[in-house]
């Protein structure tokens, strides 16, 4: 080998390293062999290390990074990802929820804005035809990919579910479940299609609903094995 050879030889090996030591510094120790982070997700966290995923649901104008300070709760109702504060604030979740999607339920908040954007459009899925045309919700961690399967589009009561449904007790995991039709209101869509089991994870998308000051709307779906 010659040495202008040698010397590109050993400028690939820096870029690789650099490359592994980026995405190592996203992923820490819980990367997974045949996962690699969107690079959408990547540039998301270099702009802000409270990013924690990106949120998707195929078929929608839904694709946002997911934030979560980690000590201030609602930090990110009225703070953007670049750290200006206002509207349209962020897509994110409290610090209880953890890093990595793992508890039953995580719940990830977002303004209802007017123009459609952030959960603007989640008013859509109370049309059936809407729902049935976009059942499914990815969240790319940084460690993996989870999809979920939405089997609850709730008109809801404005009771924080976190505060009143804690994750660790099965009894109130079932509870929660249970609430979706018990508290539901008019227009509300239940699903009986999807296998929900309470240790399982789920995912449920909170925003406001406009005239409707003490209600939320809530879609609810299941992590898919």
Sequence with gaps: MNRNTAIRALRLIASLLCALVTLAC???????????????????WKQNNHVIGGLAIPGTDIMYPILEHPTID????????????GYPGSIYTNSMEGKFFDTFNT??????????????SLKYFLDPDFLAEHRQIRIFALDKMHVYDIFAVVIYNEKRITDFFPDEKLADRQAFLDSLREDSWDGSILLNDVPVDIDGHIVTLSTCITDMHDNRLLIVAFEEE
């Design 26 to 44: 996203c992923v820490g120790l819980y990367a997974y062999a045949d996962y690699t982070p969107p690079g959408a997700l990547i540039e998301a």
């Design 74 to 85: 609602d930090y990110y109702l009225n703070v953007c990802i670049d750290g200006t504060e």
């Design 107 to 120: 719940v990830i908040y977002g303004h209802n804005m007017r123009d459609g954007s952030y959960f603007g």
